[in-house]
């Protein structure tokens, strides 16, 4: 497969070169910046101690920004399982939108073909698990909503480049908005921790399990995103655990 990759280097990675072993995870960001001249000079400043390692237009076109063997600044805080820091252990994309704060308009179609083949070509590379491509909202609840709920995680999943559930969707979104009681709620989050999501500790409970649920839905359940945990939310996770 030919992949048209053009350079346009960013200083903000660690020096130290890591081996391609340590290569576990992707994580899809948005930019979250008007327009894409904004989002590579950011990208791009030393001054602004953030890079991904690609950066992908929306046209299509992909930049490769930090060479995959060193550490790019795009997670920040974050955690997944048992790994905290995930910059260690994964290549960033950064895809161009402008985000929640201003239009967050859909991912074209040009751009997500290019999303297809840049996943395809590093899960090959590195041997990556379609379940190890995430979100940052995954990985930081309680900071992130990037990629949201527009980018189409199904269509990943449907070229085996996500993480899925196997459900028949129409019989599960009757179960949307039906209460569960504290027990099921229980379950839930504990589905969510085998999923993959980290532990909310004590410090502001309430605000960030609500903000865990947020980006569960923002990841699973795009169609309705208000941070509280339903019938379609449990057997959603149930599935997910399992598939
Ligand atoms: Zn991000």
Not at 44 to 63: A, E, P, Q
Not at 94 to 123: A, D, W
Not at 136 to 150: L, Q
Not at 190 to 195: C, P, V
Request: hydrophobic share 35%; net charge positive.
């Amino acid at each position: 497969m030919w992949l048209k990759i053009r350079n346009n280097y960013s200083p903000n990675f660690n020096t130290r070169k890591r081996q391609k072993k340590n290569i576990k995870y992707i994580i899809i960001h948005y930019t979250g910046m008007k327009n894409e001249l904004l989002a590579l000079n950011r990208l791009t400043d030393f001054k602004s101690n953030v890079s991904s390692h690609y950066f992908i237009k929306k046209n299509g076109k992909i930049l490769n920004l930090v060479p995959d063997l060193y550490e790019a600044w795009h997670a920040g805080k974050s955690s997944w399982k048992n790994i905290q820091s995930l910059n260690r252990y994964s290549i960033g994309i950064e895809i161009q939108n402008s985000g929640h704060e201003n239009f967050y308009e859909k991912f074209p179609n040009k751009q997500m073909n290019s999303v297809k083949k840049l996943l395809r070509f590093l899960t090959k590379k590195y041997r990556i698990n379609c379940k190890n491509i995430l979100g940052h909202s995954d990985i930081a609840p309680n900071r992130k909503k990037d990629p949201g709920e527009k980018f189409p995680w199904k269509e990943l999943a449907k070229v085996k480049l996500a993480h899925w559930h196997q459900l028949n969707e129409k019989e599960l979104v009757k179960c949307r908005l039906k209460k569960i009681n504290s027990l099921e709620k229980k379950k839930f989050f504990i589905n969510l921790y085998k999923i993959g999501y980290t532990k909310i500790k004590s410090k502001s409970f309430n605000n960030n399990k609500r903000l865990l649920v947020k980006a569960f839905q923002r990841r699973f359940r795009q169609g309705l995103v208000n941070g509280i945990s339903d019938q379609e939310c449990l057997i959603l996770s149930k599935n997910l655990i399992k598939s």
